[in-house]
């Protein structure tokens, strides 16, 4: 060992009883110290505190010197969590924070940072600025392919949405493709011909060439130009591989193929690297992640490399994980990679699955079941209370009804991520719309009122309240072109900035700014004014078509302006560049599907509300009536999506949406016409239902519709799949298979179970 990863013995100190108590294969596991591994941890295996030991063995033990170790993870939380363990660890094996200080716990996205930012010699914020993502990388394309929309003269008139030519750059920088040769790997990624592979490649040569100019870099880069470099330079090649005497890589079965052949190239020559992760919670293709080609390639890699299988579960009931271990029985086994999640746990109680007539009786009965256990545990004294909940959902929309249904009944929830039905984007959009819609009838309401007996008074109709609100919706959807605008003029944006804003705000002396455009449109300065009469006709027409009723509002905000915005719209990533994103950074056609969604599910809920301001009140008092029961409490129900989830653990978890085309999702063996068939799909669906059941350690609830979307609906397949069988809220018929009074039911003869083929 050199002397550079090993520091004197005399400085080791060694505590009597480690609080750590291992078990025979977590105990192999720590104990590797040379050469490659793969430590195949399942669900609730304490892998953390594996990875955690084997870390504190080398340094306290060997004398390894904490700056020769890189521990590599996905996401900025678990990367703290693991520094933080790792640091109370040695602190108590007598090591001082001065000593422990050097050692590096990073993300992907933080080691890329610093490899690049080393060799631009810059320091973490200048990189920082010259980053860009969201709007200004959506801009600096957009101003490369609008002259290309129409320019039929040269036969280009290239009608491509902005996210999907910056998705394609993004696959294949991830596939490392050089901007000149990248022709072939359009061709095949994108099932697409010749020449419009040719035009993904022009726009990816100026993309790049414009980068290179502006000294500017976006978040693939962090990844891209450190491989590069590595694949390039052996100078560069040397200084990194030199750095690091031992690595290990958390969750590498989430790796995308450029990120594993990155930690590939810091191992070697030495090549001791340990890779952890569970082939079975591969839930991430839809971002670029690859078991096949990371941790499922381990053996290929390194044929003298070990691997260590670590299986008891010190999480979840043996129901729990008799049906977990049943569900993941129907993917293909890898041979080598063989396992099966052992309990350690005491019996418990079955796992419930309900089927709900359609989502609004599916979300009353998980809240009124939440309700239930709340009362039994403090009339019990049981010691769990809301906060031991969690609500899983394949979807962030599904939990829209869910919201509704804990804030009608006072029950207090978190939803994670900031993904409340009341914070997303398109609720946000869409209610700013239908409130200046609104607004257009309170006016022409004003107006007419001055021809009848008893005329409206000004300061009665258009109150501090109503401008306020008016003009909160007003800045919300003012950058957002109508469908006509965009085709004419190939803008996404109207790009009305925070200085338009204030001016118009001063001149608008109080009233609607809307209804000031309308008004003073000659007023407004130059390269703003088609974008306001843009907007004003927009909101008009809308107003026209609506008939004041919500439902028909909101389709016809899609019709005409919000379906093509979110075709352009390029997702915010972090301001916290090292944080690496749990949606995806491309595919995004993935987050498309969902927006339109939620939009679906904002429809249904509007078509229960007669008129505009009804609906708007009732969003409004429900909004309210949900902070007020989550202000201050740290005692809330968690919602997420099962994505979010990952990593976590609850004693209580519901599943909801068990149905075939919500959970597994269409996506998975929905076909496009001239798309590849892929069978990868569906083993990744039943991978995500694997990761949510073994998220609850004492009680598993399970539900599922009868009917979706007014049509009739079919059980998940994985619930037959986990040994289960369906009831209704009494727990005694399938409702599937027999209504209420024990009659048989028959399904709707257009309704078949979905398959591949």
């Not at 631009?120 to 490369?144: F, V, Y």
């Not at 309240?465 to 004419?488: D, K, L, M």
């Not at 700014?513 to 000659?522: F, N, P, S, T």
């Not at 708007?616 to 989830?645: G, Y």
Request: glycine fraction near 4%; include cysteine.
């Amino acid at each position: 060992m050199s002397s550079q990863a090993t520091r004197p013995k005399t400085k080791t100190r060694i505590s009597a009883t480690p609080s750590f108590s291992a078990n025979p294969q977590q105990a192999d596991a720590i104990a590797h110290t040379d050469g490659p591994a793969a430590f195949i941890a399942a669900a609730g295996t304490g892998k953390t505190s594996i990875l955690v030991q084997r870390l504190v063995r080398l340094v306290a033990d060997e004398g390894v010197t904490p700056e020769s170790i890189l521990c590599v993870t996905f996401t900025r939380a678990a990367a703290d969590e693991m520094e933080k363990r790792a640091s109370k660890a040695l602190r108590a094996r007598g090591m001082t924070v001065k000593e422990i200080k050097p050692l590096r716990v990073v993300t992907f996205h933080g080691l890329g940072h610093q490899m690049l930012r080393e060799k631009l010699e810059l320091t973490p914020q200048q990189l920082n600025q010259k980053l860009i993502s969201g709007d200004p990388r959506q801009w600096l394309a957009e101003d490369i392919i609008r002259p290309w929309r129409s320019n039929r003269s040269r036969g280009m008139n290239w009608d491509v949405e902005i996210t999907d030519a910056l998705a394609a750059i993004d696959r294949a920088k991830e596939a490392m493709v050089q901007p000149e040769s990248s022709v072939d790997f359009f061709r095949t990624d994108m099932s697409i011909g010749v020449e419009l592979a040719a035009r993904y490649q022009d726009f990816f040569i100026n993309y790049e060439q414009t980068k290179k100019k502006e000294k500017l870099y976006d978040l693939s880069d962090l990844i891209y130009i450190p491989l590069n470099l590595l694949e390039g330079s052996p100078k560069y090649r040397k200084s990194w591989q030199g750095r690091y005497q031992y690595l290990q890589v958390d969750e590498t079965q989430d790796t995308n193929p450029s990120q594993y052949k990155l930690i590939q190239y810091l191992a070697a020559p030495k090549q001791n690297v340990v890779v952890v992760g569970d082939p079975d919670q591969a839930i991430y293709q839809f971002r670029g992640a690859s078991p096949e080609a990371s941790i499922l390639s381990f053996k290929t890699m390194y044929p003298k490399g070990k691997i260590y299988r670590i299986e008891h579960n010190y999480r979840s009931t043996p129901q729990i994980l008799e049906a977990a271990n049943k569900l993941i029985s129907h993917n293909d086994i890898t041979p080598g990679f063989e396992k099966m999640l052992r309990s350690t746990q005491p019996d418990g109680a079955p796992v419930w699955v309900t089927a709900y007539e359609d989502q609004e009786m599916e979300a009353e009965g998980i809240a009124e079941r939440i309700d239930r256990l709340q009362r039994t545990w403090k009339e019990h004294q049981e010691g769990l209370s809301y906060k031991d909940i969690f609500v899983l959902s394949r979807t962030n929309h599904h939990l829209a009804s869910l919201e509704i249904a804990l804030a009608r009944k006072r029950i207090p929830y978190r939803a994670a991520g900031g993904s409340s039905f009341f914070k997303r984007k398109t609720t946000r959009d869409i209610l700013a719309y239908l409130a200046l819609i609104d607004g257009v009838r309170v006016h022409q309401d004003f107006l007419a009122s001055r021809n009848s007996p008893e005329p409206q008074r000004w300061d009665d109709v258009f109150t501090p309240v109503h401008c306020g609100e008016q003009n909160t919706a007003f800045r919300i959807v003012a950058n957002i072109p109508s469908r006509e605008f965009f085709a004419s003029t190939g803008k996404t944006s109207h790009r009305f900035n925070a200085s338009f804003y204030g001016t118009l705000t001063a001149h608008a002396s109080g009233r609607p700014l809307l209804q000031y455009c309308e008004e003073h449109a000659y007023t407004i300065p130059k390269e703003h004014q088609l974008g306001v009469k843009d907007l004003v006709a927009l909101i008009k027409r809308l107003w026209s078509k609506s008939n004041n009723n919500p439902a028909e509002a909101i389709k016809h905000i899609r019709q005409f302006a919000y379906d093509v915005h979110l075709r352009h719209y390029d997702s915010k990533h972090r301001e916290n560049t090292e944080e690496e994103a749990e949606a995806p950074t491309h595919h995004e056609e993935v987050k498309l599907e969902a927006r339109y969604d939620e939009l679906e599910e904002l429809i249904q809920i509007a078509q229960k509300h007669h008129t505009i301001r009804h609906f708007l009140q009732a969003m409004t008092r429900l909004k309210e009536q949900a902070e007020d029961n989550n202000k201050n409490k740290r005692d809330c129900v968690s919602l997420m999506t099962i994505h979010k989830s990952k990593g976590l653990e609850s004693p209580v978890v519901f599943v909801m949406g068990m149905t075939e085309g919500i959970f597994p999702h269409r996506r998975s063996y929905t076909l496009a016409e001239d798309g590849p068939i892929s069978i990868t799909g569906m083993a990744e669906e039943r991978r995500l239902a694997y990761v949510a059941f073994t998220r609850a350690q004492k009680q598993l609830f399970l539900s599922s519709l009868l009917r979706y979307r007014g049509t009739d609906a079919v059980a998940s397949r994985f619930i037959d799949e986990a040994g289960l069988t369906p009831t209704n809220e009494d727990g005694e018929l399938n409702p599937y298979l027999f209504k209420h009074d024990g009659t048989p039911r028959k399904l709707s003869p257009l309704v078949e179970t979905p398959t591949l083929f």
